[in-house]
């Protein structure tokens, strides 16, 4: 059974800091990992899709990286903003390939 | 640029009542799926449907839910006795693929569920 955790459950950061959370999963055997970003009382946005096959992923200041053989994958974020405050989810199939496993989430405040 | 729309953003019903959630999912996707967030904890699994049936379902999805694509456009989640414990946020996704790695999954903006 996956079972997904996100250290730090939060972080508090100046702006202009670089970042990285971590996730990591129990079931090695995944088809990919999924970063999400929640704002308050909002729906999930989709930050990033890592497949198995790569080791990471880039998109703008977000870099995600994954290890499948050590369970863990990182969201490096560069040169945080005070509008990168929100959650962040991380989440990869169980069993099957269509249902997702949530981690808590990280919830990173950034100050001006 | 497509997105996922859930209606209504937000729902109070009486404990015992019947609700339908609705969504409308990215246009050109074929896999559709329910999650629910209690406050306070993870998201949740719920279901996923696929060429009008359900593919995988959760042990929370019991027999008071049920799914529907009633027509090309949207997808429903029926609670049929709502219970306290129902209270939650619950977002629609899609996804265009479904193979291994490939299939992102899109999520809504969520319906908040109050039971009362």
């Not at chain 1, 703008?60 to 863990?72: C, F, I, P, T």
């Not at chain 2, 609670?79 to 629609?92: N, P």
């Given at each position: 059974k996956q079972e997904v955790t996100q250290i730090p459950a939060a972080l508090s950061v100046p702006e202009g800091e670089n970042l990285v959370l971590n996730c990591s999963f129990t079931d090695s055997a995944i088809y990919n990992l999924q970063w999400f970003r929640q704002d308050p009382g909002k729906g999930l946005t989709s930050l990033l899709l890592i497949q198995s096959s790569q080791r990471e992923q880039t998109s703008?200041?977000?870099?995600?990286?994954?290890?499948?053989?050590?369970?863990?994958s990182t969201l490096y974020i560069a040169a945080s903003q005070p509008g990168d405050s929100a959650t962040y989810l991380c989440a990869c199939p169980s069993g099957g390939y269509n249902k997702l496993i949530f981690g808590a989430g990280t919830r990173l405040a950034v100050h001006p | 640029e497509p997105e996922v729309t859930q209606t209504p953003s937000h729902q109070v019903t009486q404990?015992?009542?019947e609700v339908i959630l609705r969504c409308v999912p990215i246009s050109n996707h074929l896999y559709f799926y329910w999650y629910r967030q209690i406050l306070g904890q993870k998201v949740e699994f719920l279901v996923s449907f696929y060429n009008n049936e359900i593919?995988?379902?959760s042990e929370i999805f019991d027999d008071q839910f049920s799914v529907e694509r009633p027509d090309g456009s949207n997808f429903t989640l029926k609670?049929?006795?709502?219970?306290?414990?129902?209270?939650?946020?619950?977002?629609?996704a899609s996804s265009k693929e479904g193979t291994p790695g490939y299939n992102e999954q899109f999520f809504g903006p969520g319906t908040r569920l109050t039971v009362l």
């Open positions: 703008g200041r977000l870099n995600a990286s994954l290890d499948k053989s050590s369970g863990r | 404990m015992g009542q593919s995988e379902k609670i049929r006795s709502t219970k306290l414990e129902d209270s939650a946020m619950y977002f629609c």
